[in-house]
């Protein structure tokens, strides 16, 4: 009220001087000149823009009228409206709705249309995204795994998107200045339903669906998702600072600093990516200093001028770092920190540096404006692919509270950017996908397994509600969507595969080994990215989360496996093995089915898929040891992180969701039917190398 | 144009930018520091306040153009308009929400990004202008407390620049008129005479517009310097400086017994309230100030340079503008 009463005085005395002015009083200096120039400005532009904009708008309205004028006059719908909630499980929606807790998919269903959707081979996200974006089965968008082997040095790599840093330098004194930009290769191959849809005219907004790095230029905007780098190159390092000289200071996904504490004072720090300027590369660094106690709050942070209250066991906002690479090049990026411990050990966690979305260092979105767009409006956001630090919950970084808070920030940025696209796009498609349904049941699985390995040791009391309210958050997120469809809108509420318990590692190599199919040096040490493998001897080999490669002369550098009928014997030979792998101390057979992609893929990339997938019974997934390279003892292990859900598993076993508020024509969905759908949807011929269809009726 | 710092014939200091206010150029007395016992109490240390500010800016301003007395008037005026950007950004960090200020500037700037990203959409474009404006509006409000705050030091600045930069004294030879205003108007029954005039030449005798009560001379300079001329009103005279020489510097036009004209025109001392005399006022001629052969009035030049100035140095300052 005071305050109020503030405001109007000084407004009336603002007042007061502009009625009665004298010649000295026009202008009263940079205070006043600052705004008027500004907001002067601002109007002026606003306002040659809304001119331009209704000058334009007939010209553009004809041209667009023009170019889509077949889609648009075939259009059945204004608007359609996809929500992915990645790996919202069926059988777990299907309980909850019986118990009455998911008002509005229930009402969803009965509007149009509920049932289970067949998720890709293997059901893991990039896969079965790719296949929903581009209406193709793996043989034809080359997405086959989070991680593919180099058939140079059988090493993983990314298979969706590869950075290659510019050829061309220009050398001076102990700086080389890249001559050009890093070239960002698109891996996943066949064109998108947005981009088929903009080439006729429609516009769409796409959020954060995975494999779209880098971002591909189309009528629509976009933020990319999965495979989205940080700042450091890596898919997400957090760091750890600890002054508990009894912590361990290796990690998997992260980083732990040591730092001690000195008069109430820890002073480290940021650890950046290499200095891209530099012959010899180095890291770049930005010094900190934690006070604690200070100005009130539990410690502060102080990064160079500015200063951070830290509030024990809360987040910051985001906070701006600026990496510094000499020749006046600056590296921007962002992370939040959270204060876990103050006595007796001080103990900070920080996010991994996210790339900046108001000045991406690598391009996020298309256009480059629009993630700016959704930083200057609704504030900074997440832009790591994959945003939420699992690995830090894995290593007991984090605690199960921690991991929720930072998963639901970014879960309330994630709706924001939805719901600002549905406003936006009054005409045409807008997909958004949600990876809250993901990760918390990757980490929270345990909660509904009394006997699951990964309980040892760990709470299982506080979070057995997770789930259940994670379903109902979607649910009310649902109602909410629901309030923006009329009857020209199609909304389809979509998950791209289950979930399932993953009680249960299975390291293939170990088995290969066992088998004779791998060859290792001398004995296996359980080093880490094949080290102990002999090539020369090797015939199969795994890599990623199910895939199985063979050793194949000509294809692989060390291969001694003929392809043609050797190559075949031996895929048999393998397959009839598999299929008898028995986990001995459960009595129970792991491997549901085992698929030869030569039959199950088609396409143009076949030839570079792995050439055998294993489809896991459910409790099984590929071990924590396989996917780095291991050859251990066992071929089975327990699983004891607090990843303990999983879907990459036999796909039949976790099928998706999938929901619409209208009827469709068959009741066997596929990921693969909802791009084609969406451009039936719009009038737009489905092209015929599509695997999927129409779910409408013709 | 070049300042020259001569000595008159009255034997006064030569003509430059050093102050000459608060105890010099009084009423009948030469030194009225304080006003008469007839003022209230609350003017009366208003007034001595005033003086006293007066004269420490003059002072002050004297000091920072001296160096500049030889050069073109442009190079002091873009001096003091450096200064007065960084410090205006400085004082506009201090006392502004600056969160706020950067949040809505940020809002801003996103809606014309998205004006941008979906032009195809008329309506879109239009409500995301309507937003556009309406946070213009927001932000404008968050300037008017920093706005406020910076009016009292820029007030008494752009005073002071408005006392060197707006008018030039007058050259040998050139002539001026001389208007003194007195209190009573109607028939002026008074005998009212200009005295003591060495180094300037009475060209007219007093022409008096009764109704205005008002009497104008018209005057030659003869010599450069600064000069006092008496206004003689029966029998109470009130002094009026007259600045004669080719340079620039402080330039009083006006003395008056208008506290209002204290704060404007703080070059000389008020006159006396007693005093029958309301204002003199000496016509003088504007200073040409140019760039690259372009006249522009010096607040045009300060405007632009002191916020160009701003907007430079927001950034090591970190302040949102």
């Given amino acids: 009220m005071r305050q109020r009463k503030f405001l109007i005085t000084t407004f009336l005395c603002f007042i007061g001087l502009l009625l009665f002015p004298s010649t000295v009083e026009a202008y009263i200096g940079p205070g006043a000149g600052i705004a008027f120039v500004s907001s002067f400005f601002i109007v002026l532009i606003t306002l040659f823009l809304a001119f331009l904009t209704l000058l334009t708008w007939p010209f553009r309205w004809a041209l667009q009228t023009i170019r889509g004028r077949r889609a648009l006059r075939k259009s059945r719908v204004r608007r359609v409206i996809i929500v992915g909630l990645d790996g919202q499980d069926p059988e777990l929606t299907d309980q909850f709705m019986a118990q009455g807790l998911l008002p509005n998919f229930t009402r969803l269903c009965q509007l149009g249309t509920y049932s289970r959707l067949q998720t890709s081979l293997p059901a893991e996200s990039p896969v079965a995204w790719s296949s929903f974006q581009t209406g193709c089965n793996p043989g034809r968008h080359k997405v086959f795994d989070f991680l593919v082997p180099n058939r140079k040095s059988y090493l993983p790599e990314l298979c969706s998107a590869r950075i290659e840093s510019p050829t061309r330098n220009l050398s001076i004194g102990r700086y080389r200045i890249p001559l050009g930009k890093p070239a960002i290769l698109f891996e996943r191959k066949s064109r998108s339903f947005w981009r088929i849809l903009g080439d006729h005219g429609v516009f769409s907004t796409i959020l954060r669906v995975p494999i779209t790095f880098p971002p591909e230029k189309f009528k629509g905007v976009l933020l990319s998702a999965m495979s989205v780098p940080d700042l450091k190159g890596t898919q997400g390092t957090f760091s750890y600072y600890s002054s508990d000289p009894g912590e361990r200071n290796k990690f998997t996904g992260g980083v732990q600093v040591p730092v001690e504490v ?99 260092a690598l391009p996020i979105s298309h256009p480059t404006t629009y993630s700016m767009y959704l930083a200057k409006t609704q504030g900074e956001f997440c832009t790591l692919g994959l945003a939420e630090d699992t690995w830090a919950l894995n290593e007991r970084v984090l605690d199960e509270e921690a991991f929720l808070k930072q998963t639901y920030l970014i879960h309330e940025e994630r709706e924001r950017m939805l719901f600002d696209a549905i406003e936006k796009t009054r005409r045409g498609a807008v ?76 390291n293939l190599n170990t088995w290969l080994y066992q088998n004779g199919y791998l060859a290792v040096k001398d004995k296996p040490t359980g080093a880490e990215w094949f080290q102990d493998v002999d090539w020369s001897k090797t015939r199969a080999y795994a890599v990623g989360l199910g895939g199985m490669y063979l050793n194949l002369a000509g294809r692989e550098a060390k291969g001694i496996v003929a392809p043609g009928e050797e190559e075949r014997t031996l895929k048999q030979e393998i397959i009839a093995e598999l299929r008898k792998l028995q986990d001995e101390q459960r009595e129970t057979s792991a491997v549901g089915e085992v698929y030869d992609t030569r039959e199950s893929y088609e396409g143009p990339y076949v030839s570079e898929a792995p050439d055998l997938i294993v489809g896991f019974n459910v409790g099984y997934r590929t071990s924590w040891t396989c996917a780095t390279g291991a050859i251990t003892e066992e071929v089975f292990e327990d699983n004891v992180k607090s990843w303990s859900g999983d879907h990459c598993m036999n796909p039949p076993d976790v099928p998706g969701i999938f929901f619409c508020n209208r009827k469709i024509a068959t009741d066997k969905v596929s990921i693969m039917d909802i791009g084609p759908t969406a451009l039936d949807l719009f009038g737009v011929p489905v092209p015929a190398y599509c695997d999927g269809k129409s779910l409408l009726p013709s | 144009m070049q300042i020259r710092r001569r000595k008159s014939k009255s034997g006064l200091k030569a003509w430059g930018t050093f102050p000459r206010v608060g105890v010099r150029g009084g009423g009948r007395s030469q030194t009225p520091t304080t006003p008469s016992d007839s003022h209230p109490t609350f003017e009366r240390v208003v007034t001595t306040l005033m003086k006293l500010v007066n004269w420490f800016l003059t002072s002050l301003f004297g000091l920072l153009f001296w160096p500049f007395q030889g050069l073109d008037p442009v190079w002091a005026l873009v001096f003091v308009s450096f200064l007065c950007g960084l410090l205006m950004v400085w004082v506009f960090g201090k006392v502004s929400n600056q969160e706020a200020i950067r949040r809505v500037k ?41 706005m406020l705050v910076l009016i009292v030091p820029l007030l008494l600045i752009i005073v002071q620049l408005n006392l060197h930069f707006s008018l030039r004294p007058l050259e040998p030879g050139e002539s001026a008129v001389l208007k003194a205003r007195l209190i009573q108007t109607g028939v002026l029954q008074e ?87 309301k204002s003199i006022t000496v016509q003088y001629r504007p200073l040409p100030i140019s760039i690259w052969g372009w006249n522009v009035h010096w607040m045009v030049l300060f405007f632009v340079l002191s916020i160009l100035v701003a907007f430079i140095f927001k950034g090591a300052f970190g302040v949102e503008l």
């Fill in chain 2, 106 to 146: 940020n809002k801003i700037r996103g809606n014309l990004l998205g004006v941008r990203l979906y032009q195809h959409d008329v309506r879109i474009v239009l409500r995301l202008q309507g937003r556009i404006l309406r946070d213009t509006l927001t932000y404008m409000n968050y300037s008017i407390i920093p």
């Fill in chain 1, 431 to 506: 997909v958004c996908v949600f990876d809250i349904t993901d990760r918390l049941q990757h980490m929270f699985w345990r909660y509904l397994e009394q006997d699951h390995p990964a309980n040892a040791g760990k709470d299982v009391e506080n979070h057995r509600r997770e789930i259940q309210n994670l379903y109902q958050n979607m649910d009310d997120l649902v109602g909410r969507v629901l309030n923006y469809v009329d009857d020209e809108t199609v909304l389809i509420v979509m998950s791209d595969h289950g979930f399932k318990s993953f009680k249960r590692g299975v």
């Fill in chain 1, 262 to 360: 000195s008069n109430g004072v820890v002073r480290s720090f940021i650890s950046g990516p290499e200095n891209p300027l530099l012959k010899n590369a180095e890291e770049m660094r930005i010094a900190f200093s934690a006070h604690m106690g200070e100005n009130g709050a539990d410690a502060e942070l102080n990064i160079g001028k500015k200063r951070h209250p830290l509030k024990l066991q809360e987040y910051t906002p985001w906070v701006s770092l600026e990496f510094r690479a000499g020749l006046g090049m600056k590296i921007r990026g962002m992370c939040r920190f959270y204060l876990k411990e103050i006595s007796p050990h001080f103990k900070l966690y920080m996010t991994p540096i996210n790339i900046d979305p108001e000045k991406p």
């Fill in chain 2, 191 to 277: 005998n009212i005479s200009l005295e003591n005039l060495s180094g300037v030449k009475v060209e007219t005798p007093g022409v008096r517009i009764d109704s205005e009560g008002e009497v104008a001379w018209r005057i030659r300079a003869r010599q450069p310097g600064r000069h006092l001329l008496t206004v003689k009103v029966g029998e109470q005279t009130v002094e009026k400086e007259l600045y004669v020489g080719d340079g620039w510097g402080a330039v009083s036009a006006l003395r008056s017994n208008s506290l209002l004209d204290l704060l404007l025109y703080p070059g000389e001392a008020p006159i006396d309230a007693s005093e029958k005399v």
